[in-house]
C-alpha cells in the first residue's frame, strides 16, 4: 500500500519550534513535488509550502522567513521545519506527493493523515 506517514506534531509555545517529518512508503518508482499544507479550524485548508524533485521551493507568505521545507529523495520523506512559530500556525497540517507507481505505471497524488499543531502559551 502506497501511503504518506506524518509525525512531529505537538504543542508549542509561542517562540517554539518544531519540526514535521512525512514518510512516503509503498511500490514507489518516483516522487515528484512534495507540499505541506494546512488546515485551521474553520478555515479552508491552505498550501504552506512546496518543494520540487530538485529542490525548488515555494512558499505562502505569512511562513517566509519562519518555515523551511526540505527533502531527503534517498528516503522519500518530507520535511518542514517551523521556527518562530505563532498562535495563528495552529492548524492540522498535511503532506502531499506527485508519485508514480510501478505495476501499473501510473502518476498518483497521495495525502498523509494530517497532524496536529497548536500554538499557545
Known amino acids: 500500500q502506497v501511503q504518506l506517514v506524518e509525525s512531529g506534531g505537538g504543542l508549542v509555545q509561542p517562540g517554539g519550534s518544531l519540526r514535521l517529518s512525512c514518510a512516503a512508503s509503498?511500490?514507489?518508482?518516483?516522487?515528484?513535488?512534495m507540499g505541506w499544507y494546512r488546515q485551521a479550524p474553520g478555515k479552508q485548508r491552505e498550501l504552506v509550502a512546496t518543494?520540487?524533485?530538485?529542490?525548488?521551493?515555494n512558499y505562502v507568505d505569512s511562513v517566509k522567513g519562519r518555515f523551511t521545507i526540505s527533502r531527503d529523495n534517498a528516503k522519500n520523506t518530507l520535511y518542514l521545519q517551523m521556527n518562530s512559530l505563532k498562535p495563528e500556525d495552529t492548524a492540522v497540517y498535511y503532506c502531499?506527493?506527485?508519485?508514480?507507481?510501478?505495476?501499473?505505471?501510473?502518476?498518483?497524488?497521495?495525502w498523509g493523515q494530517g497532524t496536529l499543531v497548536t500554538v499557545s502559551s
Open positions: 518543494i520540487t524533485d530538485v529542490g525548488s521551493r
Open positions: 509503498g511500490s514507489i518508482f518516483r516522487v515528484n513535488a
Open positions: 502531499n506527493a506527485a508519485v508514480v507507481t510501478p505495476n501499473p505505471y501510473r502518476a498518483r497524488e497521495l
